[in-house]
């Protein structure tokens, strides 16, 4: 990465914490670890929760950039991005629209397979439609196992693999306690990878690939951010070939949701076929010690640090990238 003058980055807010489901992954984890490595390089950086602070305070205290160290709404939906426009203070990661297509799986989704990129098969269950009888016609369309979640949420808040006809109103009683709409999602058999990008549309490029293995396939909350039992494989393993297939796929998704900066795509390979499958793209990864993004750039040659002062100095409005600035 190029060399990065701070001075001219001037004084930094790292937004944390926010009033998400994953408040405690951005507050305790994410938020001061991106805190310290931007102090680390030299620039002016404080912390800032917007649950605890009004954003306007950002303007009168003199910030000039912000780095969206937050989760989930309120951070990566595309509020957030659009206060800081109107504040006129630059910020890492997508734009207002990116940010609130890629929060919800189910206009994602709608996006990539009108452009025929793959994503598992799936069904809505919208605010009304929570019934028994609605809920058990599900898996005659998508088959047993399938996945069910909230719509709009991470960090695997919600989320259920149902077995059975009997689990599957338990399951949408569960996601519909983080959303009123409900993703039900064909359940792909295979190895789970993940693939960071940086940069934008034609510059945009992928890291190198994550395959993550969990106890019994369940990368839960519990064994993303809190056990040490989940194996992060990178280099993945996988053929060079399918690798680059990912990455390439990968980069495709991102720059049809028209996301900047920074993103992370999950995905799922079909071990019947070795078919990948878009889950979902992630514009405000997480940057904790488990965190995969980091795992890919080191990879990559590019330190924690380097990673946090990139994005920092990407920051930006849309404004301003559309004018290319």
């Not at 004084?11 to 670890?33: C, D, I």
């Not at 069904?123 to 005659?140: F, M, N, Q, S």
């Not at 996301?259 to 799922?268: E, F, K, Q, S, V």
């Not at 990879?299 to 990139?310: D, H, K, P, T, V």
């Amino acid at each position: 990465m190029k060399a990065i003058d701070v001075k001219t980055l001037g004084k930094v807010a790292v937004l944390m914490g926010g009033h998400s489901a994953e408040r405690e992954v951005s507050a305790t984890m994410s938020g001061p670890g991106v805190l310290a490595a931007l102090r680390s390089q030299g620039v002016d950086a404080h912390p800032f929760d917007p649950a605890e602070r009004a954003l306007g305070e950002l303007q009168r205290e003199g910030f000039q950039r912000c780095f969206i160290a937050l989760h989930g709404r309120g951070g990566e939906d595309g509020t957030v991005q659009g206060a800081l426009e109107l504040l006129g203070i630059p910020y890492t990661g997508s734009g207002v629209m990116a940010s609130a297509i890629a929060m919800d799986k189910v206009m994602t989704k709608r996006v990539w397979m009108a452009e025929g990129l793959p994503t598992p098969a799936w069904r809505l269950l919208g605010k009304g439609h929570h019934t028994r009888e609605d809920t058990r016609a599900v898996p005659d369309v998508l088959g047993l196992p399938m996945i069910v979640k909230p719509a709009r949420e991470g960090s695997s808040f919600g989320v259920s693999k149902v077995e059975g006809y009997s689990n599957v109103m338990e399951a949408v009683t569960l996601a519909a306690q983080y959303d009123s709409d409900v993703l039900c999602e064909e359940f792909i058999d295979g190895d789970e990878v993940t693939c960071p990008v940086l940069g934008e549309g034609d510059a945009a490029v992928a890291l190198p690939v994550v395959r993550i293995v969990a106890p019994d396939g369940n990368y839960d909350f519990e064994h993303k951010y809190v056990s040490n039992d989940t194996t992060y494989l990178c280099p993945s393993g996988l053929p060079e070939a399918e690798e680059r297939e990912i990455q390439r796929l990968v980069v495709q998704a991102y720059r049809l949701l028209g996301c900047r900066g920074w993103g992370r795509a999950d995905l799922m390979i079909r071990a019947s076929d070795r078919r990948p499958f878009l889950l979902e793209m992630n514009t405000s990864p997480g940057m904790t010690s488990h965190s995969l993004v980091p795992k890919s750039a080191a990879q990559a040659g590019i330190s924690y640090e380097q990673l946090c002062l990139g994005l920092l100095a990407g920051a930006t409005l849309d404004s301003l990238a559309s004018q290319g600035a």
